[in-house]
């Protein structure tokens, strides 16, 4: 049985993890059904990469001027980019 941290943080069982086709990266929507905490995979990577350009324009007039993520040259960024489109790419392809 998974326990909650003390940040509130859940691992989920490699079983169900591998089952979902949740990776490293992979995205989840998580909301509360007939009094349970539902778990979803989010896997549509153009759906991911909106809500990641909507937070950067969010957030960029306290930050000054942003770029396109294709344009981004940061490599964290980057790394996290294509591990979020791998991972939806991986999940589409079951």
Excluded: F
């Amino acid at each position: 049985m998974a326990k909650v941290d003390s940040k509130g943080r859940i691992v989920l069982p490699q079983d169900v993890r591998e089952r979902l086709g949740i990776t490293p990266g992979t995205e989840v929507a998580i909301h509360e059904e007939d009094g349970k905490a539902v778990v979803e995979p989010e896997d549509d990577p153009e759906r991911i990469l909106e809500r990641m350009e909507k937070l950067v324009e969010e957030t960029a007039p306290e930050r000054g001027e942003t770029m396109p993520l294709d344009e981004v040259a940061d490599p964290i960024a980057r790394k996290h980019r294509a591990a979020v489109r791998s991972g939806a790419e991986k999940n589409s392809d079951e």
